[in-house]
């Protein structure tokens, strides 16, 4: 008897529409954005984690529920 592997093309949930997505998608087939939360600062550009509440790099605060990519 062998172990499985976990495959790591398993697919996840979209995190802006729930939309099944494989882990190498750049863009969701459903809503097309990327399927990952993240911030991009309006500002400078500087894209930070969705846990962010402020660019880390000029300070501008991030809008809640918005400012996602």
């Known amino acids: 008897m062998t172990g499985r592997r976990k495959d790591d093309r ?3 949930a979209c995190e802006h529409c729930g939309a099944l997505v494989y882990p190498d998608t750049k863009r969701c087939p459903q809503c097309h954005r ?7 600062c309006p500002r400078c550009k500087m894209i930070a984690s969705a846990q962010e509440i402020a ?9 809640p529920g918005g400012d996602y990519m």
Request: hydrophobic share 30%.
């Open 10 to 12: 398993e697919p996840f």
């Open 34 to 40: 990327f399927p990952i939360r993240l911030h991009q």
């Open 55 to 63: 660019c880390p790099r000029c300070g501008r605060l991030f809008e």
